[in-house]
């Protein structure tokens, strides 16, 4: 049957071009040697997103990033970048992202606008565009007060933003951040975190790899966590919390005195063992029978004699959930954990 014909004057409608994904990895495996940094790891990842990777030392995070900036060419499978292969497309996948890695690579001798204007030559700008890239990088991340001055006299919130700007002045849609706030007091911590947001509000993807759960709590859209070399979970924070899948019971007690025999009742309630929280008067277990088990043990406090400030049902914090995922990946024996001795000697 011969198709309808279109209409004189009218255009035939065309099929949607789908965008690639911001990152797409299958089987993406990287050894050095006998050792595994990445285990047949498979993960996709749209574009318009703060991608926080989360994983304890020696998960594969950093390896992942420096695959994602070919700095590390892939033993097997294939990693693609805004559908640029990492290995057939380097300099296209190159000219996609900008790099800032863990500690702050500024030269100190130089004013933070020398060393943005010296890093866009490099980049292949005249003199007039890098100094013009320079300009529009210090608006960006808010450094005009300090942009003059040698950068030996910055902070470590202000060396770190300029580190920012020196991967951003070349353009690129996707920013890797290794680590970005390493080393920081919490002043420059906020700091990094206000660029972070300034760049994704401006249409700059970001992928970062942390230590911090707060951090990613801040700024993540989209969490995957990683062990062994491997995806063992993602989702959005509100999802990663909800796959736990239950509540934390919290006390607070009102004599520290107390804390071992809460701590006794709330394991012989939930079955689960309780956590001390900061300082010592706060005491948090995961409770999987929800508001029953919540009741259960304020009858058993109310019995005791046990006095409380606070006691209540909660989700799972970040941490939480962070530390029960690697828990169990580590206590399975499903294959997301072979080779588990060497994947955690190396990032």
């Known amino acids: ?94 000219r996609e992202i900008g790099l800032a890695g863990q500690f702050a690579a500024v030269e100190p001798t130089m004013t933070g606008r020398e060393n943005l204007e010296m890093t866009a030559r490099l980049f292949g700008h005249g003199r007039v565009a890098a ?110 919390k909800a796959s736990v899948g239950r509540d934390v019971i919290e006390v607070a007690v009102a004599d520290s005195a107390a804390v071992t025999a809460v701590a006794g009742i709330l394991e012989r309630v939930t079955l689960s063992v309780p956590r001390l929280e900061s300082g010592d008067r706060h005491v948090s277990v995961p409770a999987r029978g929800g508001a029953a088990e919540l009741g259960a043990v304020i009858g058993c406090l109310e019995d005791a004699g046990i006095a409380v400030d606070e006691i209540g049902l909660r989700r799972p914090t970040l941490d939480e959930v962070f530390l029960t995922l690697t828990s169990e990946d580590d206590n399975d024996d499903k294959p997301a954990t072979v080779g588990t001795t060497t994947n955690r000697s190396q990032r």
Do not use: C
């Not at 035939?12 to 595994?36: F, I, Q, W």
């Not at 975190?193 to 249409?203: Q, T």
């Not at 989209?222 to 959005?236: C, E, L, N, P, Y």
């Open 131 to 240: 100094r013009q890239a320079a300009d529009a990088v210090i608006g960006r991340l808010s450094l005009g007060e300090v942009a003059d001055r040698r950068t030996a006299t910055y902070s470590g919130g202000q060396r770190r933003r300029l580190d920012l700007g020196a991967s951003l002045v070349g353009g690129p849609r996707l920013l890797l951040l290794d680590e970005p706030t390493t080393g920081l007091d919490p002043a420059g911590r906020r700091e990094v975190w206000d660029a972070v947001r300034s760049l994704a509000a401006d249409g700059t993807d970001v992928l970062l790899t942390t230590h911090y759960l707060d951090e990613a709590d801040e700024l993540a859209d989209q969490v995957v966590v990683i062990d062994h070399g491997r995806v063992i979970a993602s989702g959005t924070l509100g999802e990663l």
């Open 1 to 94: 049957m011969s198709a309808a014909a279109t209409p004189a004057g009218v255009s035939p409608l065309k099929a949607p071009v789908l965008a690639a994904p911001l990152l797409e990895a299958r089987g993406l495996s990287v050894r050095y040697g006998k050792v595994t940094a990445l285990d047949e790891l498979e993960l996709e990842a749209a574009s318009g997103q703060v991608l926080a990777l989360l994983g304890p030392n020696g998960a594969g995070k950093t390896t992942f990033v420096r695959t994602v900036a070919t700095l590390v060419r892939p033993t097997a499978g294939q990693l693609l970048v805004r559908g640029r292969d990492v290995v057939r497309d380097a300099a296209g996948v190159r």
